[in-house]
């Protein structure tokens, strides 16, 4: 695609992992999707045993041209809901002593390193990744929440961010919660006070994602009341 007619180009976007990839096309260029699927055949494809396209699963175009090229469906893999802030209850109660602070306010940075490590069982999470975030120019500190107890602990975080293509639209990207300070609502808490954030500076339409059914964070999720819910699927195919 790389010699593609500019137009072509601004249509397409790839998000690509090891053997995952991603196809972004614009609504008027759906027509491009066979030949982006015989590129990735002819040329991503040749150094990989395999790949994996991953689609909203109500995507009956692309997936017919996946099928039609020899993928096959390979799973559930993740929920994407939307969340309508100017039609749900954004209140929240907080336990006695505990409130909700942005990063730079707690400046706490170590105890969110931990945070994070807790909350995903991920040791490898460092200091040097969070600095990262922080460094990017659409990271927004009042969007960046945590829930402190009384002690000073951060036990559960968010962050929203604005959407930089669609105006009026958000996202919340992570959620965490300490594993000792789980089922008692701190990310509820958290996430209803970023949604009320996002709201005061015009975004309507917020958007959370998480694992497919039967992770647990479904049940949070789906009890912040989603105006919608779509499933995204993997499509597989194995190249000799």
């Given at each position: ?139 927004v500190d009042d969007y960046h929440l945590m829930v402190i107890s009384p002690d000073g602990q951060p036990v559960a975080y968010c962050v929203g961010w ?79």
């Amino acid at each position: 695609m790389e010699n593609g007619s500019r137009q072509d180009r601004r249509a397409l976007h790839f998000g690509v992992g090891q053997d995952d990839l991603f196809i972004e096309i614009h609504p008027e260029h759906h027509a491009l999707y066979p030949a982006i699927l015989d590129w990735v055949k002819s040329a991503w494809a040749a150094s990989r045993d395999k790949v994996e396209v991953f689609l909203y699963a109500e995507d009956a175009q692309k997936i017919a041209a996946l099928q039609a090229r020899g993928f096959a469906i390979d799973g559930h893999c993740e929920n994407k809901r939307t969340y309508d802030l100017n039609s749900i209850d954004l209140g929240y109660e907080l336990e006695s002593g505990f409130s909700i602070q942005t990063l730079a306010e707690s400046g706490n940075l170590e105890g969110r390193v931990a945070l994070t490590v807790s909350a995903f069982d991920n040791p490898n999470y460092t200091m040097g990744r969070l600095t990262g975030m922080l460094a990017s120019p659409d990271h927004v500190d009042d969007y960046h929440l945590m829930v402190i107890s009384p002690d000073g602990q951060p036990v559960a975080y968010c962050v929203g961010w604005h959407e930089t293509a669609r105006e009026g639209f958000g996202y919340i990207e992570p959620v965490g919660t300490h594993a000792d300070f789980r089922r008692r609502g701190f990310a509820t808490a958290v996430i209803q006070e970023c949604f009320a954030r996002l709201k005061a500076n015009g975004i309507h339409t917020a958007e959370i994602a998480s694992g497919a059914e039967p992770n647990v964070s479904n049940f949070l999720y789906e009890s912040l009341h989603p105006a919608t819910k779509r499933e995204v699927h993997r499509y597989l195919k194995h190249f000799s």
